[in-house]
């Protein structure tokens, strides 16, 4: 008998830990990827002055031997893309993690209602622009 129950104990535990390790890789996954995805999502804070949005804010790079060059672009009157660009510095060794970087540009818009679209490394990427009142 005690044959018996050591091997449905034995059983058991190999069923628990592929049901723990499948969990794991299956919501460890989805985590990761919820968390990448909130690493590239960028908030930009919008000061209108004299015809012209000036914008500022973080984004962040794959590490830190990135850098970060922007540029921004007029499709019509009402609509601007601030393309993000990314380059490693050749010949430097960095660790491989997300690094944030700061960035400034101005678009010239007279108006207030102008959209912005934000691309990363030519990913569209989520852009949120907070206008701040200017006294």
Request: net charge negative.
């Amino acid at each position: 008998m005690t044959y018996g129950v050591l091997r449905r104990l034995a059983w058991i535990a190999i069923v628990a830990s592929f049901v723990a390790y499948s969990t794991y890789f299956v919501l460890g996954g989805a985590i990761e990827a919820d968390a990448s995805s909130a690493l590239k999502r960028v908030v930009a804070r919008d000061i209108i002055q004299n015809g012209a949005h000036h914008l500022s804010g973080m984004v962040f790079v794959p590490s830190g031997c990135h850098e970060l060059s922007t540029s921004v672009q007029a499709l019509d009157s009402v609509t601007n893309v601030i393309t993000f660009e990314t380059w490693e510095a050749p010949y430097v060794e960095c660790v491989r993690e997300p690094v944030p970087r700061a960035f400034r540009v101005i678009a010239f818009a007279p108006s207030p209602d102008t959209r912005f679209f934000a691309t990363l490394d030519e990913e569209v990427i989520p852009f949120v622009v907070i206008v701040v009142d200017t006294p």
